[in-house]
């Protein structure tokens, strides 16, 4: 099992342009969430779907959407990119039960927008 | 918004010193989760604490959650290298998926 998996691995961006961090996991979880981890303030969430078909806004949505395509996959889109979205993008998957659960995190994707 | 703030934010030690890393929030968490973070990768689950007061052990690494399920501890006993890493909590509320991160303490251990 690969577990989760995330596309590019690093980005260069010029501000205004687009992309897509991709994500995957095969490890059959319902729940998946997209983080942006900065220096001196851990991990935010960005959005997360609790299952397939939903998805839902976390602490800091702006500038930012998801596609929950299917089970597997969850990706992010930046529709023009500024430079504070510089960051390292972690997605996470979970079985998705009620109560305190196992995240499992993907190895990320470096950001850097120009 | 809520909060957890970590302390201290960083800390470098000698191999074999003890130390204490504090995570404090305002509001109140169903359960309390503690991961471990190394350069280049997503963070590791090391334990979830659900019960007020509650104490896990997992080797050196003993972990509490406060009383009123506010904050959490995590004490290291005989710190190593291996120890090196971002430790970071995280609170969940209850009837929630949204998982609250800490701001990090960033610990080296120096043989």
């Known amino acids: 099992n690969a577990g989760v998996t995330q596309t590019p691995k690093f980005q260069v961006l010029k501000t205004g342009q687009s992309m897509t961090l991709q994500c995957a996991q095969d490890m059959n979880h319902n729940s998946m969430y997209w983080y942006r981890q900065d220096p001196g303030m851990g991990l935010r969430l960005i959005y997360y779907?609790?299952?397939?078909?939903?998805?839902d806004k976390g602490e800091v949505p702006n500038g930012y959407n998801v596609s929950r395509l299917n089970k597997r996959e969850f990706s992010l889109r930046l529709e023009s990119a500024a430079p504070s979205q510089t960051s390292v993008y972690f997605c996470?998957?979970?079985?998705?039960?009620?109560?305190?659960?196992?995240?499992?995190f993907g190895p990320g994707t470096r950001l850097l927008v120009l | 918004t809520q909060l957890l703030e970590q302390s201290p934010q960083f800390l470098s030690i000698q191999e074999g010193e003890n130390l204490t890393v504090y995570c404090n929030s305002s509001?109140?968490?169903?359960?309390l989760q503690w991961y471990r973070q190394e350069p280049g990768e997503g963070p590791v689950l090391l334990v979830t604490v659900v019960t007020g007061g509650e104490v896990k052990k997992l080797k050196r690494l003993t972990f509490q959650f406060g009383d009123a399920r506010k904050d959490s501890s995590l004490h290291i006993t005989a710190a190593q290298p291996g120890d090196t890493g971002l430790y970071l909590c995280a609170g969940l509320t209850s009837g929630t998926y949204k998982y609250i991160f800490g701001t990090g303490t960033r610990l080296k251990v120096l043989a």
């Open positions: 779907s609790a299952s397939e078909g939903t998805t």
């Open positions: 509001s109140v968490f169903s359960s």
């Open positions: 996470a998957s979970s079985r998705g039960r009620a109560g305190p659960e196992t995240q499992y």
